[in-house]
């Protein structure tokens, strides 16, 4: 895929849609279930987690958990600064959704610093679980270099794309 992902074009197209979620859900199962333990929630970056998380965390028939900017989600927080390239940020999650024995994978759809899913595993960590990501890399950027100790995946060249 070209420099933004998924673009826009990747949802009008419902061939292409089904085919990354086909690709998301097989790293999942074939990547992550197969060297650790089932899946049972997906744990969605904002914003664009909350497009392929939720449909990713159906295919899995699991759990879908929103991490958001401060201020967003209702009731009691843990919350992350974490550093971006132009500045700072703040995410947080509700403190009753994730258990210690949880299987969690997290969802991002840039890898640019690495920052913002270093913020969701720090912010997992919290809870005692152990987090894996599927996440969607913009070539080119630093983000991987920073988790190389973590599993990421990067879709391209996707039917249809050049």
């Not at 920052?115 to 991987?144: R, Y």
Request: aromatic share 10%.
């Amino acid at each position: 895929m070209h420099n933004r992902v998924p673009s826009a074009n990747v949802f009008r197209d419902p061939v292409l849609t089904q085919y990354l979620l086909d690709e998301l859900y097989y790293v999942a199962t074939s990547e992550i279930e197969r060297k650790f333990a089932k899946i049972n929630v997906v744990v969605g970056l904002e914003s664009r987690g909350f497009l392929l998380g939720p449909a990713l965390a159906l295919r899995l028939n699991c759990s879908f958990i929103p991490i958001r900017k401060a201020g967003k989600l209702p009731g009691p927080c843990f919350s992350y600064n974490y550093e971006l390239e132009y500045g700072n940020s703040v995410v947080e999650i509700q403190k009753d959704v994730l258990k210690p024995d949880d299987n969690v994978v997290l969802f991002d759809d840039v890898l640019a610093t690495g920052g913002s899913l270093e913020a969701g595993i720090k912010l997992a960590q919290m809870f005692g679980v152990l987090a894996w990501e599927a996440c969607v890399d913009l070539v080119n950027l630093s983000g991987a270099k920073v988790l190389f100790s973590l599993l990421y995946m990067e879709l391209k060249n996707l039917p249809g794309r050049k």
